[in-house]
């Protein structure tokens, strides 16, 4: 059941490497669709960034302009510092904001105009502040600086030569850098999480405001100028920029791409099953095919085999039925002539029909040979004893001068048709004494195995050689000079007939041995083919 | 052949002893040797060449013993066997063939023996003997 479960569902290797191919081409694709998700979302994050860059550098600008204009206010009307503080007012847009100008004399710095929260004039710049003074007294354009003083942190906005040679006009505003700005539609960074520094790196120090509740924010880092400054913002994003749908992107690529590798290699598994299918089955039946051609190919050739041996008996049989009413005839013949005859007994006319007489009782064998081929009867068994029908076949064929013969065995009785098979041994006696035409000794033994009774004819005569041996139970095959070939032929048809089995051992010179096996219980086999 | 039965003259001389047999073969080989066979042992024959004209001389009248062959054109040795009127001779069958259905159909018929040709001539002689002694 295991086995057949693995066999079930152990994939074959086309399958199994179409699989791996395609969804490692899922996981390609969707790896590259996450990179690229992730570029697209760096470069909007980047994108908004330099918006709020754009947006923040276009309000210092404003600041910057504001404070050149009351530079040339403080310049023109400097015995006037109302009019200053009124035009500061002016562009005043937080409770928190404070305007200065600051002059220098000497190595001191001190205000000479102020507006809004802030220093008040004559105070001097010390510390952080005059540091940015002397910054923005030799810069070309905007300063800009925190300044520290005890809890408070201030922005501050410094202009120099604003409002004549030696001086700096001033914006400051107090901040809380730390407090998380306002996000939404209004505010500059929208909804980004942002931090901006006044700095080219995130320095906690330098931090002027950030949008993020924690800090510090990860994100991508856009420096950018603010007047001479370079100022950092760090942002990133809390949700997706790029969409749900683009963030969701590589999964459904991965899901589809995994989906369609399952799907693909479904389809080639089962067509590669189908196609394996049909070609076992193809040839399952090819080779039953051929081997049901090759059977009937033997059947066929058999079948043509059995219709000309049928062709053979039925001539064998017309001519020998034919040739019985002219033996019997000419046996009338003789013995008419013998009895009719005048002459004396040592009348050579008696020799010449004693020499007519066994001329007809050979061809009378011929002929009985020819019908006991043609006869194809079936054997009728009953029980015979070996020794008798060994004892009735030597008075028929007694031995000829020369040939000696030895029985050995013990008797035996199987179940047998007698006619049939002392014919089959008179044949195989018969040949043992042609095959030993200067005398010799003929054995006839009989012994049993279990189920089976063995009658044996060994001749010490001429022998065979292989050629011959394999050709002597062919119809009408024979080396003699006299015979048509048909005494083995019928001898072992009779004894298969029987169920039983004939063998032959043989040496040229040395003589042949014929052995019967028949079953102690013939089964009939199926009568004659 | 199909002629009238004949009374074949005796060849010889032989004496005669009396009994009378008829023969029938087709064959005039056979029927002659036959007849010049039985007739030099003594038997008086009448021969003919065909069942029917064999059939015909049975009606007429009684012989001893029949010897005739079984296969003759028209017809045949046993089915002139069967027909044959009351009391039946003692009828020896020749066959040069092994119809087994025709020898059943003779048995049924009472033949008195079948002879298989070629056969020898003392063993035919002793079969007529017997015969004409109304021996089974």
Redo the contacts between chains.
């Keep these: 059941m295991t086995g057949k479960w693995v066999k079930r569902w152990s994939l074959r290797p086309i399958s199994a490497v179409i699989l791996l191919v395609l969804a490692a081409a899922a996981a390609a694709s969707s790896l590259l669709t996450q990179n690229f998700a992730a570029g697209q979302e760096r470069l909007i994050l980047r994108e908004r960034t330099a918006e709020v860059a754009a947006v923040l550098g276009s309000a210092y600008t404003g600041t910057q302009t504001s404070l050149q204009l009351l530079g040339e206010i403080a310049r023109s009307d400097q015995s006037d510092p109302q009019s200053f503080a009124d035009a500061a007012r002016a562009v005043t847009t937080t409770g928190a904001q404070g305007w200065l100008v600051t002059t220098q004399s000497g190595t001191s710095v001190r205000v000479t105009a102020a507006a809004g929260n802030g220093l008040v004039v004559g105070q001097a710049l010390s510390g952080d502040q005059g540091t940015l003074a002397r910054r923005a007294l030799a810069a070309k354009g905007l300063v800009s600086g925190l300044l520290r003083d005890g809890g408070t942190v201030r922005l501050a906005f410094a202009l120099g030569g604003a409002a004549g040679p030696g001086t700096v006009v001033w914006q400051e505003s107090a901040i809380s850098p730390t407090t998380p700005a306002p996000t939404g539609p209004t505010s500059p960074w929208g909804s980004l999480n942002v931090a901006i520094y006044l700095s080219d790196r995130p320095d906690p120090s330098a931090l002027v405001v950030t949008s993020a509740k924690d800090l510090p924010v990860a994100g991508i880092q856009y420096p950018f100028r603010v007047g001479a400054d370079t100022w950092l913002i760090v942002a990133s994003s809390p949700r997706s920029l790029v969409g749900s749908l683009g963030q969701d992107m590589p999964w459904i690529v991965l899901v589809f791409g995994a989906t369609t590798a399952v799907l693909m290699t479904a389809v080639v598994e089962t067509m590669g099953r189908r196609r394996d299918h049909a070609s076992a089955l193809v040839e399952e039946r090819t080779v039953a095919l051929a081997s049901a051609i090759a059977e009937r190919e033997l059947v066929q050739a058999e079948l043509s085999r059995q219709e000309n041996m049928a062709a053979i008996g039925r001539l064998a049989a017309t001519v020998g039925?034919?040739l019985?009413?002219?033996?019997?005839?000419?046996?009338?013949?003789l013995?008419?002539m013998k009895?009719?005859s005048k002459a004396g007994p040592s009348d050579p006319l008696h020799r010449h029909v004693a020499t007519a007489e066994r001329e007809?009782s050979a061809a009378?064998r011929i002929v009985s040979d020819l019908?006991d081929y043609a006869?194809r009867r079936g054997p009728i068994l009953a029980p015979v004893e070996v020794s008798d029908l060994v004892t009735e076949a030597f008075q028929v064929v007694p031995p000829p001068a020369g040939v000696e013969v030895v029985r050995e065995g013990e008797p035996q009785v199987v179940e047998a048709d007698r006619d049939q098979i002392r014919q089959a041994l008179l044949n195989l006696i018969t040949n043992a004494y042609d095959a030993m035409p200067r005398g010799g000794v003929l054995t006839v033994s009989t012994a049993t195995a279990p189920g089976s009774v063995q009658i044996t004819v060994t001749d010490t005569g001429t022998g065979m050689d292989e050629q011959t041996r394999d050709s002597i139970f062919t119809p009408f095959f024979t080396k003699k000079t006299r015979g048509i070939g048909l005494g083995l032929a019928v001898t072992k048809r009779v004894v298969e007939a029987h169920g039983g089995t004939v063998a032959v051992q043989t040496v040229p010179a040395a003589g042949s041995s014929f052995t019967l096996t028949l079953p102690v219980l013939a089964e009939m086999a199926s009568a004659l083919q | 052949m199909t002629g009238p039965v004949e009374l074949n003259g005796v060849t010889?001389a032989v004496e005669l002893n009396g009994l009378t047999v008829l023969v029938v073969d087709d064959?005039v080989?056979?029927r002659d040797?036959?007849v010049?066979?039985l007739e030099?042992h003594g038997y008086c024959v009448w021969s003919a060449s065909d069942g029917e004209t064999a059939f015909a001389a049975a009606q007429e009248r009684v012989f001893d013993v029949v010897v005739m062959d079984i296969r003759m054109p028209g017809r045949d040795g046993v089915s002139v066997l069967q027909d044959m009127a009351a009391p039946p001779p003692q009828v020896i069958l020749?066959t040069?063939?092994?119809m087994e259905e025709r020898l059943r159909a003779a048995a049924d018929a009472y033949v008195f023996a079948v002879l298989?040709?070629?056969?020898?001539?003392h063993r035919m002689l002793h079969l007529v003997a017997r015969a004409s002694r109304g021996e089974k």
């Design positions: 039925h034919e019985r009413n002219p033996l019997a005839v000419v046996t009338n013949v013995y008419l009895v009719g007809i009378t019908l006869a | 010889g064959e080989g056979m040797t036959l010049a066979i030099h020749m040069a063939y092994a298989s040709k070629p056969f020898e001539v």
